[in-house]
């Protein structure tokens, strides 16, 4: 689950990470007074589920409470579109305010879980800032990454190793020590999978002041985490995503497919997106419907897939363990007919009950494609999308 920018700077405050004094409005008017209340310049900021808000026009200085009350008129309501976000962008609804700070230097710091060492790492770079993932493609070399040791936590010789590559003057190397090691149990306490601070700023007195911060927190985590997760903003989510969530179906909306795919298993589903791009097509989603999955739930991942107007074709690809082949041909051919779906389906089935599964599907008047393979099923997709 994502936060805000100003849910994480209250949470990253309870680990003693102070950020430049901010308050949060939703109306012209609310940060026209925020404004006057803090007498200086500010920094206005929207607050979206995704970085690149600066380079997207979602973060301005301000110089006057007028200026910050015209840019908040033209921001909420408004959707705005990331380098990170799809092309519909996410809604504005509050931005943050904060006092601005004077900028010597930009750092990145980050604290990830790296999934091939299963470990968190320490990310950094002396050139933080929006240009950071620029930084990362044209000059890998100038980003480091340091492996935390899961018990004891950074060792003091990583953290020199840190402060000497970033630049750190001596002054500011007690706070960077106690920054990371703050960061570094947030990090754990939280169930964080990501916590970003871009830029870290040192300022001209040599403070080290973080700017802007982003927390990822695990979903399985909402078990033990349930005060976070009250902060969860399902405006900001995709509303088919959020709707996948409530019926435990894993459905990931992708940019410029037109397959929807229906699978059981991650694994499987990794293997059908691969199959659909052999193809000459792409996928138009992720859709893991879980292994004992029933029918309500396949009739609820097809008005998922269905609802997504860039669908062309259906790749269903299941593997029928415990739940049953019968089943699952019976949810899809009543949610079709339900949503008058008359495209074709290229349709891999094994397993439990699949011989009932396929009359059911034959005896049916949707247009149906059986493969016998993924492989065929790949063939498939080939000839109905090239209309052979
Ligand atoms: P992002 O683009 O979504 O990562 O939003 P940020 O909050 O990081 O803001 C983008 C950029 O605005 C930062 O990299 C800074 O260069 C600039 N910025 C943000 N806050 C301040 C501030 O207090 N003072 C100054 N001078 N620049 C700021
Ligand atoms: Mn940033």
Redesign the pocket.
């Known amino acids: 689950m994502n936060l805000h ?1 100003y849910q994480s700077r209250n949470l990253l405050n309870k680990f003693s990470i102070n950020f ?1 004094k901010g308050e949060v409005g939703s109306t012209p008017n609310e940060i026209y007074q925020i404004v006057k209340k803090f007498n200086s310049e500010v ?1 206005v ?1 929207a607050q979206i589920h995704s ?5 997207a026009g ?2 301005k ?1 301000c110089k006057t409470a007028v200026d910050a009350k015209k840019f908040a008129s033209e921001l909420i309501g408004k959707r705005i579109v990331t380098t990170h976000t799809d092309s519909d962008g996410v809604i504005v609804e509050k931005l943050l305010v ?1 006092e ?4 010597k230097k ?1 750092i990145y710091l980050s604290i990830v879980i790296d999934p091939d060492i299963e470990s968190p790492v320490m990310i950094a770079s002396s050139e933080g ?2 240009d950071i993932e620029k930084i990362a493609e044209d000059s890998p070399e100038k980003i480091i990454k340091i492996v935390f040791d899961s018990v004891l936590g950074l060792k003091p010789y990583q953290i020199r190793r840190v402060t000497n590559s970033l630049g750190i003057p001596k002054n500011s190397i007690p706070e960077f020590y106690n920054l990371v090691n703050n960061l570094y149990k947030a990090f754990i306490e939280t169930d964080s999978t990501l916590i970003e601070i ?2 870290l700023v040192i300022d001209e007195n040599e403070n080290l002041i973080p ?2 911060c982003k927390i990822n927190i695990d979903d399985d985590s909402q078990f033990r985490q349930k005060a976070i997760f009250e902060l969860r903003d399902k405006n900001q989510e995709n509303p088919m995503e959020t709707r996948a969530k409530d019926f435990d179906l894993a459905y990931v909306k992708l940019d410029k497919g037109n397959v929807g795919c229906m699978v059981n298993g991650a694994g499987l589903a990794m293997a059908t997106m691969d199959v659909t791009t052999k193809s000459g097509c792409f996928p138009a989603n992720f859709l893991d419907v879980g292994g004992s999955t029933d029918k309500e739930k396949i009739k609820e991942a097809f008005r998922i897939l269905v609802s997504d107007k860039k669908v062309e074709y259906l790749l269903i690809n299941l593997f029928a363990g415990i739940a049953r082949a019968d089943l699952i041909a019976e949810g899809v051919v009543e949610a079709a007919k339900e949503t008058s779906f008359n495209l074709p389906i290229i349709i891999c089935m094994r397993g439990t009950n699949s011989g009932v599964g396929f009359k059911i599907f034959n005896d049916s008047t949707l247009d149906i494609h059986i493969a016998d393979n993924l492989g065929h099923a790949a063939e498939l997709l080939a000839s109905v999308s090239s209309g052979n």
């Open positions: 920018e430049p920094v900021k970085g690149g808000r600066g380079k979602g973060v200085i904060t601005l700070t004077n900028i930009e800032g929006m871009n830029p700017l802007d």
